[in-house]
């Protein structure tokens, strides 16, 4: 069965960091690009970031440009997601989502973890 | 980056009627668009992908149609577990953006 599980979110202060992690099982986690996704209280879905299965080719909304970073550990089944510089406006649940192979679409999404920013 | 908007944002319908959504790209992007559906404090569960396939597992009443810039999701039978917010995202340019939404709510 394939699971996505995400951690790593919690309180941050604005300017400050946090560090999601992604832990995949019950596929082959380093054939498959991998996203991370985020939606605001009550409101839409953000796309936020895209790795390649190698990790060699890597997109960010420029929304988040320059302060977060995306990367995966193939030999661990996990993505990450690198935040720093933390505005109130980031605060989202944070999905991870695995792109389906070969077409459009995302067809595995975990539950998120949530990110609050606030002093 | 590539613009989707959906219409309606929301709309009101009864259990067996046909619901159709549009889904319209600020340019074309041949078939490169899913459809998704997200239910309250769950993660969206992709519907179809390519524009018009049918993601394994999803009841045969959902269909999508379209190409270029204009797209259409369709519930031919309305039933109760499919009163849910409805999503389209775009794959052909990064960043691969998603549409504002539909909400579909009980009449």
């Known amino acids: 069965e394939v699971q996505l599980v995400e951690s790593g979110g919690g309180l941050a202060q604005p300017g400050g960091s946090l560090r999601l992690s992604c832990a995949a099982s019950?596929?082959?986690?380093?054939?498959?690009?991998m996203n991370w996704i985020r939606q605001a209280p009550g409101k839409g879905l953000e796309y936020i970031s895209f790795?390649?299965?190698?990790?060699?080719?890597?997109y960010y909304a420029d929304s988040v440009k320059g302060r977060f970073t995306i990367f995966r550990d193939n030999a661990k089944n996990s993505l990450y997601l690198q935040m720093n510089s933390l505005r109130a406006e980031d605060t989202a649940l944070y999905y991870c989502?695995?792109?389906?192979?070969?077409?459009?679409?995302?067809?595995?999404w975990g539950q998120g973890t949530l990110v609050t920013v606030s002093s | 980056a590539i613009q989707l908007t959906q219409s309606p944002s929301s709309l009101s319908a009864s259990v067996g009627d046909r619901v159709t959504i549009t889904c319209r790209a600020s340019?074309?992007?041949?078939?490169?668009l899913a459809w998704y559906q997200q239910k309250p404090g769950k993660p969206p569960n992709l519907l179809i992908y390519?524009?018009?396939t049918l993601q394994s597992g999803v009841p045969s009443r959902f269909s999508g149609s379209g190409s270029g810039t204009d797209f259409t999701l369709t519930i031919i039978s309305l039933q109760p577990e499919d009163f849910a917010s409805y999503y389209c995202?775009?794959?052909?340019?990064?960043?691969?953006?998603f549409g504002g939404g539909t909400k579909v709510e009980i009449k």
């Open positions: 989502a695995r792109r389906r192979a070969h077409s459009s679409g995302c067809d595995y």
């Open positions: 019950g596929f082959s986690f380093s054939s498959y690009s």
């Open positions: 790795i390649s299965s190698s990790g060699t080719t890597i």
């Open positions: 340019q074309g992007i041949s078939s490169a």
């Open positions: 390519d524009a018009s």
């Open positions: 995202q775009q794959f052909n340019n990064y960043p691969p953006t």
